[in-house]
């Protein structure tokens, strides 16, 4: 543990800054389902709408070509490809969507990353999805990927092209057959955090309207039990920010936050002088021990590495001493509970500072992990955008502790567009 004291400094009083970004993220969400939920069911504009006319799927819906795609529907026989790909954060969102559209309606998924895609030649066929995820919607390797695809002699017409975008008028919304928008908003910080958690949002909507086409829920309790949490989420996640962020936001130079005041903020300053952390979950909760790093990069500047957890032990593990704190998404509802408390172990067992996602009054993780950050119960799917909110405001608050500019990381850019790799600038 390498700590220091928190700083007399008040963090951005009074003026809008990424904190409100996060803070705002339960309104996102609200509006998110008030938007696309009507009666308890998924009503994405456009989903359910034909194709149309000289297109190579004409007459299906977007929902149809989607859940054709599904093992359920095609156990043994042919079966289309459902590519997810994007940047970066929108990476990191692309890799949920593949597990969540994997648990939810059985349909294989493959997570790419733009860069790599737009220069990759797919074998399409017809009746493949194809869905790219960029919150500005110019990020030249998201559109690069997408134009690839319409510029392919056989298949340019035959793909479902879906952009799931934070700006409509993008360039890579008009070039798609189905645009979802994730409604996060502007955002004043550079790194994205409700951009991430909006989109998270947006596919658990759309996995769950493809369990319900696909009928992959094995009871109605099960459906229910989901749409219940789902509802509650935005709840939950400001009764974490009540906790965590709005000491951030009342204090000031005259009153600044007392020890034990903001659990976060404590274990910020405690460790903030580290020069590495690793972050550490297990199946949905991987992208966002992916993504936690990012932001502990982006923010804090200190380097961080994201693992399955149970992949520590074939390698990272030689870098665990008592300088490297480990901060580990182990929710009791993950079906590998059990396994990623074993992870702890090994982590303890070599001097490792852990801190631990959990949800609360979970009495064996608090004596076995230095600090615990406590969430209120959720569905296991829901739980890796639960776990997102704190891992942003560490990492923020780290930023804020290093007096990074945090709203404007050095050498980052809101958006790697089309000009900027024009003019060599990345
Ligand atoms: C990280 C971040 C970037 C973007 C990436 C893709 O906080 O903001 O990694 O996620 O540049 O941007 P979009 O989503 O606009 O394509």
């Known amino acids: 543990m390498v700590s220091m004291q928190a700083p007399l400094q008040a963090p951005d009083v009074g003026r809008e800054t990424m904190l409100t970004d996060i803070w705002g993220t339960p309104d996102v969400l609200r509006n998110l389902l008030q938007v696309y939920m009507k009666n308890g069911s998924v009503e994405i504009?456009?989903?359910?709408?034909?194709?149309p006319a000289g297109h190579g799927l004409a007459g299906k819906t977007p929902l149809e070509i989607m859940s054709a795609c599904s093992q359920k529907r095609m156990p043994s026989g042919f079966m289309n490809r459902f590519s997810v790909i994007g940047s970066g954060t929108?990476?990191?969102?692309?890799?949920?969507?593949?597990y969540l559209i994997e648990y939810m309606a059985r349909?294989?998924?493959?997570?790419?990353?733009?860069?790599?895609?737009?220069?990759?030649?797919?074998?399409?066929?017809?009746?493949?999805?194809?869905i790219v995820v960029s919150m500005s919607g110019e990020t030249v390797d998201a559109v690069e990927s997408i134009r690839q695809i319409t510029r392919h002699p056989e298949m340019g017409k035959s793909v479902l092209k879906v952009a799931v975008v934070n700006n409509s008028s993008s360039s890579l919304a008009s070039e798609?057959?189905?645009?979802?928008?994730?409604?996060?908003?502007?955002?004043?910080?550079?790194?994205?955090?409700?951009?991430?958690?909006?989109?998270?949002?947006?596919?658990?909507?759309?996995?769950?309207?493809?369990?319900?086409?696909?009928?992959?829920?094995?009871?109605d309790t099960e459906r229910s039990s989901f749409v219940k949490r789902l509802q509650e989420l935005p709840?939950?996640?400001?009764?974490?920010?009540?906790?965590?962020?709005?000491?951030?936001?009342?204090?000031?130079?005259?009153?600044?936050?007392?020890?034990?005041?903001?659990?976060?903020?404590?274990?910020?300053?405690?460790?903030?002088?580290?020069?590495?952390?690793?972050?550490?979950?297990?199946?949905?909760?991987f992208p966002v021990a992916l993504e936690g790093a990012m932001k502990?990069?982006?923010?804090?500047?200190?380097?961080?590495?994201?693992?399955?957890?149970?992949?520590?032990?074939?390698?990272?593990?030689?870098?665990?001493?008592?300088?490297?704190?480990?901060?580990?998404?182990?929710p009791r509802a993950d079906a590998t509970y059990e396994k990623i408390k074993s992870?702890?172990?090994?982590?303890?067992?070599?001097?490792?500072?852990?801190?631990a996602i959990t949800e609360k009054y979970n009495d064996e993780l608090e004596q076995l992990c230095e600090y615990v950050i406590a969430l209120p119960e959720t569905h296991e799917y829901l739980m890796p955008l639960l776990a997102m909110v704190p891992l942003q405001l560490l990492a923020y608050m780290m930023g804020i502790l290093r007096n990074n500019t945090?709203?404007?990381?050095?050498?980052l850019v809101k958006s790697v567009s089309v000009k900027l790799e024009e003019s060599g600038g990345y």
């Open 90 to 98: 929108s990476w990191h969102a692309t890799l949920l969507a593949e």
């Open 235 to 285: 709840e939950s996640m400001k009764e974490v920010l009540d906790r965590e962020a709005k000491p951030l936001m009342q204090t000031s130079t005259d009153k600044p936050i007392g020890i034990g005041e903001c659990p976060l903020w404590d274990i910020g300053c405690q460790n903030v002088l580290a020069q590495n952390f690793i972050f550490l979950g297990r199946g949905c909760n």
């Open 45 to 51: 504009p456009g989903l359910r709408e034909k194709l």
């Open 343 to 355: 992870n702890i172990e090994e982590v303890k067992a070599r001097n490792g500072a852990t801190i």
């Open 107 to 130: 349909i294989p998924v493959e997570a790419h990353y733009a860069s790599e895609y737009r220069y990759h030649e797919p074998a399409l066929r017809l009746g493949d999805v194809v």
């Open 296 to 330: 502990c990069k982006e923010l804090a500047y200190i380097h961080a590495e994201g693992y399955p957890a149970a992949e520590m032990k074939h390698g990272p593990i030689a870098l665990i001493d008592e300088f490297m704190p480990v901060v580990v998404v182990c």
């Open 176 to 219: 798609c057959d189905l645009v979802i928008n994730v409604r996060a908003g502007a955002e004043v910080g550079v790194a994205s955090t409700k951009g991430f958690s909006a989109t998270g949002f947006v596919f658990e909507l759309l996995s769950l309207a493809l369990a319900d086409e696909c009928d992959t829920w094995s009871a």
């Open 406 to 411: 945090v709203d404007h990381p050095r050498g």
